[in-house]
């Protein structure tokens, strides 16, 4: 089914007679996951006014704010009252971190939220990838390590800590190879990885002084940049 049959067979049921809560929940999804970002807002909005208790729908407006409207206070707000009506919304965890770090500068906290969401989910690769980042900037080496190879023991198709975890050998360890296996993996798996193929540009670039082969990872970029 294609995301605009999905649409249509979700207002179908809205429509219905019967329709329940979970119909109306569903719309809005199928809005969302089209990227009908107003179309989504206004069903949800619809659902909170049906009732204000449902922690998934706060969470799905706070991303709708987060990422299409920009608007953290909001977004915040709202991953707020996902998280109270149920502690174990990880993601909405994650996605506090995530704005405290990048919006509001507060690195301390967002530490704090990324370490709730995975205490919640040890497995949650975005959160993972978020701390390590985050203990790079820190430059807590071990840690940051530690927790990309969480996330390659979960997943080992994700190209994002492929190509961290090889930063992170390059800086903390010097291991310049390991630092290229790694980074090259991360695009065989992404070949549309900008930063990857950025990465390995510089590194065939200062690393090893092919030239040649560097600007082939630089026009890559260039390329992907431009679609």
């Not at 207002?11 to 007679?17: G, L």
């Not at 299409?68 to 149920?86: E, F, G, H, I, P």
């Not at 978020?130 to 790079?136: A, F, I, R, S, T």
């Not at 010097?174 to 296996?181: I, L, M, R, S, W």
């Amino acid at each position: 089914m294609d995301k605009q049959e999905r649409i249509l067979k979700a207002k179908e049921k809205v429509e219905h007679q019967d329709a329940k809560y979970s119909d109306l929940v569903e719309l809005a999804d199928a809005y969302f996951d089209n990227q009908d970002w107003e179309k989504a807002t206004e069903i949800y909005d619809q659902c909170v006014a049906i009732t204000s208790e449902d922690s998934y729908v706060w969470h799905r407006l706070g991303y709708i704010f987060e990422v299409y409207n920009r608007d953290y206070v909001r977004a915040m707000l709202y991953y707020k009252t996902s998280v109270q009506l149920d502690k174990n919304a990880y993601t909405s965890w994650n996605n506090m971190g995530f704005i405290q770090e990048t919006q509001f500068n507060d690195p301390s906290t967002a530490m704090s939220y990324y370490k709730k969401s995975l205490e919640i989910n040890p497995n949650y690769e975005i959160a993972l990838i978020n701390l390590g980042v985050l203990y790079n900037t820190y430059n807590e080496g071990d840690e940051c390590i530690e927790c990309f190879e969480r996330v390659l023991q979960v997943n080992n198709q994700n190209a994002i800590a492929w190509h961290n975890i090889g930063i992170a050998y390059g800086r903390y360890h010097q291991n310049n190879e390991k630092a290229f296996e790694c980074v090259k993996k991360s695009v065989e798996l992404d070949k549309n990885y900008i930063d990857g193929w950025n990465t390995l540009g510089i590194i065939y670039k200062h690393i090893y002084h092919e030239d040649e082969k560097a600007q082939e990872c630089f026009d890559k970029v260039t390329q992907l940049k431009n679609k």
